[in-house]
């Protein structure tokens, strides 16, 4: 029996691979991201046409948790800025402006200051023509940061990273819960593009600076932060300073001492209440390791913890191993280690939502990049794991809130868990031999 499963192994591998270039070939993987673009943008078109009193055909809000951005942007065009945090502010121009939704319903502005800014002059338009605007700019953020971190890498061929954008834009998180959604992962995702973009041109204090934009959400730091100690990359951490002191600075003198304070307030009662309170969060909408156990073992109890505490002591010293090794790693393993870096970061976070992990997107890019380069087969995405890995990650977002609501159980986090788990073997691999990892 011993002397057997080599063959089977290799003749599953074989089906698996059959199955995946028979059914995954060009022609369908095309066909199957317009169909659901296409089905995006007219759901979109819809919920814009029916919006009455705040309400969509689809019994949601119109233009989802962008009202919450708008909102900011009105206070700060005509109450004092002193106000930006004053919730129930907040919450009277959220029922004036969906006047249909129900008294109790709550969505308060917790972006920082320098966030609020952006969005003065988008208030100063009618709501749905606001929206509209606004998801026209994620849409650019979004295609100009694939544009941008595609550039670089060489290896991927021209036909694979037009179905890329593709498949980029017609993923759920993306699609549906950042586009139809109304939030601003987008601009996010620009960011850390924009700053792989230089790390990969050698410029890391602008590389550093660029991350330094995703203070906007210090939830996607997480990770990278502890990277860039361990790693020793002394320049692009001070480029994160330069643009922390730089947007600080920007929301002192625009707005002045006191929202600045408030969301500093705010920024400790969200860490405390991620942790304790499960209704804070719409637990079904977040993957990350937390909210998984959370809505798996039914709330946070002391076993809760300890299971979360082994996970992460069983997987940070890999990180770290990696991390540490960093500067002594050619650009292809330097790669990978940025690819499973933003990938575990949606998984060890405090709370971290299915329209953040487009960040997931880039990981996925600078994985194909270097498996291309060492690929036989330019043709297609090389070796089937990874192959699978992208089905699953592409079509796991639109089941896995139903089935978080079922059954309790997010399968989108394991499934990323999974993908960090193949990129982290691969970056700590002395040879990367695709076809044999």
Known sequence: MAGRSPSVSRGMRQLVSAFLERYLNLTVIRFVAITFLVMGLLNLAIACWTSKGGRTIYGSYAGGDYSTFYIAGTILNEYPSDRLYDF??????????????????????????????????????????SYLAWVAVSTSLYVAGFMLIQKTLYAIPSNASKIGLLLALSFEPFLVECLIGGNSSAFGFFAIALALHFERLGRLTESGMAFGFCLYKPTFLLLILPMLLVARRAKTLLGVVIS?????????????WQPCTDYMKILLRI??????VAEVFRTFKYVDIISFFRLLLGGVTPFTWVIIFIAVLVSIPFLIDVWWKFNRFDEDRRDLVWACTLTWTAIFNLHFAIYDTILVVVAILLTANVLYRYSRDTAAVPTPAFRGLIVLL?????????MALFIRFQIFTVVIAATGLYQLLLARASNVITGRN
């Open 244 to 256: 922390g002191v730089f947007l600080a600075g920007v929301s002192l003198l625009a707005l002045g």
């Open 394 to 402: 592409y079509l796991a977002p639109w089941v896995s809130q139903h």
């Open 271 to 276: 860490s405390h209440t991620s942790w304790n």
């Open 88 to 129: 129930g502010l907040q919450s009277k121009l959220l029922h004036s402006l969906f006047t249909d939704i129900p008294a109790k319903e709550e969505l308060p502005f917790i972006n920082p200051p320098f966030f609020a800014l952006l969005f003065r002059p988008f208030s100063l338009l009618p709501y749905i023509s």
